[in-house]
């Protein structure tokens, strides 16, 4: 088993219902180790810049909208298969299709509204990690 680090936030539709603590518990209680975590309202450059990769996509303005329309809580999480791990405590993108247990299930109202992000894959991780926080900030 492979200790990795991953990416999380916790989305402005979250922080808006008072979900910080809630969705932290479930991250935690399923595995995962906060060691890096700060508010952050992100300006619509900053939303833009992190969201580069779907800026052709047509959800792109919505998608910038949404991120930076309130506080949200960004996050690196550790601990075996960090990135999966994640994602599966996540559920799916569309809250309709998202199982039992997840996060998305219990808190997300919509495909736009999905209370949470995660990095899918070790390079993404890597980079969005870094696109938030300096080395200093993460403690193990
Ligand atoms: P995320 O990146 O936020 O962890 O979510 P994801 O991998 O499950 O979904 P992705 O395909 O990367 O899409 C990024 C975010 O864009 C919003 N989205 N809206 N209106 C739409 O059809 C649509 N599709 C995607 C979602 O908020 C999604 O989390
Ligand atoms: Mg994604």
């Known amino acids: 088993m492979a200790i990795e680090r991953t990416f999380s936030m916790i989305k402005p539709d979250a922080t ?3 979900l910080t603590g ?8 399923g595995g995962l180790r906060v060691v890096a975590s ?3 309202w992100m300006s619509r450059r900053e939303a833009e810049g992190f969201y580069a990769v779907h800026k052709e996509r047509p959800f792109f303005g919505e998608l910038v909208e949404s991120m930076s329309a309130g506080p949200t809580i960004v996050q ?3 601990g075996e298969n960090a990135i999966s791990r994640n994602r599966e405590l996540m559920g799916a993108t569309n809250p309709a ?14 495909i736009g509204e999905n209370s949470v992000h995660g990095s899918d894959a070790p390079e993404t991780a890597k980079e969005e990690i870094a696109y938030w926080f300096s080395e200093t900030e993460i403690v193990g």
Do not use: F, P, Y
């Not at 299709?97 to 299930?105: D, L, S």
């Open 38 to 40: 700060k508010r952050v």
């Open 76 to 78: 690196v999480l550790e």
């Open 16 to 18: 808006r219902r008072n």
């Open 97 to 110: 299709q998202a199982a039992e247990g997840t996060i998305r299930k219990a808190h997300a109202l919509s």
């Open 22 to 29: 809630a969705i932290t518990k479930m991250l935690e209680e």
